[in-house]
């Protein structure tokens, strides 16, 4: 159950970023994965070098923001008025040239971050044994959740985001400068990814395939959540880390095979998903 | 006017060109290649990677449905293939594969039923997804079966037994004989089916799915069956890759094998069949030469993503899509400048008779062809149309007016049955359609011409008339995968003719997208005119026409209106008096009043409706 909370909040972070990029500029980035990534390697050299564990996170929080805001400027920006498959296969091939240059700079053997002393150890939950750290990220990852959160539903960028969901050219026309806006909002959600990747990775270690298996898993929450939709997100975050923990219990082959089962019950069920809008399909 | 590049509704020049040049290129390979560095392997995995890419062009390219998960469609051929044969239940290789590629294409009925609910990103994201339970499928649960990570060993290499003569088909170049002609059969295969009825269908939807399935096609279906062609070739592929290995690799399913097939199909060219095999061909080069010659050793891939990446930024349409542009910059630019784009006048008088609208069973002749009853339309808060009764005798033209927000288009979609009533029922020709698809209803005869251009933008004027006659003379879906268009009994005639009737006959072989607004108007009239609809609905025909365009149209729609019932909406006064016999007037979604357009004109009521009353 913990297990599955945990993944569930970070899958729903994830899927956060996923979620406000595609509803927002309407671009499905298929390089996401490799932002979480970016974000643990990033924070792997900044404790190598620190050894500080805060440091870490905001180094690999940071690095993937200003990755996410150059790629958009550069790339991303010239791909909105081109078809939704383009932009599918470009950002496709980025996540690519994300991974492989990571190769080649840190080889494909995995690499570990010690949890910071403060997360070390495992708490007496009363019926169990379990290892403090995981109940960080469960703390750490509400707070970036409840952050997100506050910058969406109470600030003044916030409103323009999700008006822009509604209607970006609406927005646009109101005299409100939506390239930056996008701009902003490409940097935050691949952040989100980016962060929750140097969270995890004292948990899980890190490779740099790391992202392929959490992109494909976010997908799964983004279609069980319904796409575009900031709660439906985490819903489906947290449904999809409880679905993983308990099958892995009973038989670990069978997690996923589960987690797809859901996903394709959702499908039929409502296909927008459980929370999806109906605009913008 | 130059020669169109490729008319591809009419005879071809030369009916087996790109057959033949194919098996040119192919016997031709085993000469040629070896002296380009290439080893026998290598070659024999870019026939494998074209085969399989076949099958996805006609799903991406043709059909537009961009799917990340053709690797679960050539795991499961492969596994299929290399257990039967492994385990000793067949020994006929042939045989084995066929078995496969039926089995994908079994799997991919089901995921396709599932995956199809969803179009775009969401398309994407579910073929992802699904592929990626095949990979965990295979490793763990079904792992006494697949081997999980080991895969399935010793598979056979065939042996083909024909009637007095055996062929033990050996490694290397003698296995490329045998791929080779497996690619060659695929290759025939999807050319006929992307020239059968069934392919000019598939690119109808890849360019607007909406409007093909309000001219009478059931889009799901075909999308389907695009999907399961699609599977067919990936299993096949996947069952030839254990047959060249003599090993089917775990692999096959993973996510790589769906990324590098969509990225080769992409370096390649989208919608040209040929593109995965070029991208194939410069994928695999590039990856052997980097790593032997070159030495980057892993780093092979980074470089090619760049590639890729670049390739998507800049030359959208892949190498071949490139080449061709190369192609005709070199060979076309005194006459591509020579066809800039003339609009042709429309004569005011159009010297062709209308087509009749088609008998269907159940001959209507007389009485009342629509009668819609206490039709409601709510859209949250909002009553779009309140309670409306409305006949319709057949024969009649009629008239609908009203100001903006009367509920005129909203009344027309649930006519033509694109949008639920929340109340109300509607009968056409004695059948009840309340209800019913737009599909059907288009297939019973009743159709509309969209008030926003609804057209099929990368097909030619002729391809798109040519799509909306298919509707009505096959039925709403036949599987007619090699069938060849020009043999369909009245096709071509019914096409030219709504070509004459709209007088577009000169441009017929022009891109939509080239065409000025006015042809474009007259091409959507035209398109639902190609269905031969006895009821037909024209929402604002004449929007946007400069004067004299006005009066011709309305002179071609007097003139197609003879035997055919149609209701015109439009907010031109004068043409629609002109044009029709009876009028109906819509105020906020309630019907004002009916009569005479003359009674129409001088009915107070009507005046203070657009001008607005005293009383507010």
Known sequence: ?281 | MSTPPRSSAGPRRYPFLVEGLTALGLIAGPFVLPLLSFAPNTVNQILIWGLFGLGFDILFGFTGLLSFGQSAFFGTGGFIAAYLLTQNILTSVPLALLIGTVGAMVTGVIVGLIALRRTGIYFAMITVAIAEMFYFLENSPLSAWTGGENGIPGVPTPIIVLPGFTWKVGTGWAMYNFLAICLFVGVVVALRIVRSPVGKILSAIRDNPLRAEALGHSVAAYKLTAFVIAAGYAGLAGGLLGVLQGFMPPDAFSFDTSGQLVMQTAIGGVGTLFGPLLGATVWLFLRDFLQSTLNLGSAWKLVLGLVFVLLVCFLRRGLIGGLVDLYKLACHRAEVEAEAPEETPMPIVTAAEPMPPKHRDGDFEAGVILKATGLTKRYGGLLANSNIDFTVKVGELRGIIGPNGAGKSTFFKMLTCEVPPSSGTIVFEDKDITGKGVTEVCQLGLTKSYQVNQLFTRLTVRENLTIAALAELRGKFRLDLFRNPAKIKGLSEQVNHTLDLVSLTARADTTVSALAYGEKRRLEIGLALATSPSLLLLDEPLAGMSPSERVATVKLLKSIAKGRTMIVIDHDMDSLFELVEWITVLQEGKVLTEGTPDQIKNDPVVKEAYLGGLHE
């Open chain 1, 1 to 281: 159950m913990f297990n599955g909370l945990v993944l569930g909040a970070l899958l729903a972070l994830i899927s956060s970023g996923l979620t406000i990029i595609y509803g927002t500029l309407g671009v499905l980035n298929l390089a996401h994965g490799a932002m979480f990534m970016l974000g643990g390697y990033a924070g792997y050299v900044a404790f190598g070098a620190t050894g500080s564990f805060v440091v870490a996170i905001a180094a690999g929080a940071l690095f993937v923001l200003v990755v996410g805001v150059v790629m958009e400027r550069v790339i991303i920006r010239h791909f909105y008025s081109r078809p939704n498959e383009d932009q599918i296969l470009v950002t496709f091939g980025l996540s690519i040239v994300y991974v492989e240059l990571v190769r080649f700079a840190f080889g494909s053997q995995s690499l570990t971050i010690p949890p910071p002393p403060w997360g070390a150890g495992v708490t007496q939950l009363g019926f169990m044994l379990y290892p403090t750290y995981r109940l960080v990220v469960v703390g750490i990852v509400a707070v970036a959740l409840l952050a997100l959160y506050i910058v969406l539903y109470r600030t003044r960028l916030g409103m323009i985001v999700r008006a822009g969901i509604e209607d970006a050219l609406m927005v646009d026309s109101l005299g409100i400068n939506v390239y930056r806006i996008f701009m902003i909002v490409f940097g935050i959600g691949a952040m989100a990814a980016g962060f929750a990747g140097i969270v995890n990775a004292p948990v899980v270690s890190l490779t740099p395939d790391v992202g392929e298996m959490i992109l494909v898993q976010t997908f799964v929450v983004v279609v069980i959540g319904g796409v575009g939709s900031f709660p439906g997100a985490i819903l489906g975050g947290l449904i999809s880390g409880q679905i993983l923990s308990i099958t892995s219990m009973i038989n670990p082959g069978y997690a996923y095979v589960m987690l797809f089962a859901a996903m394709t019950l959702v499908l039929v069920l409502r296909p927008r998903g459980l929370m999806g809008l109906r605009s913008r399909d």
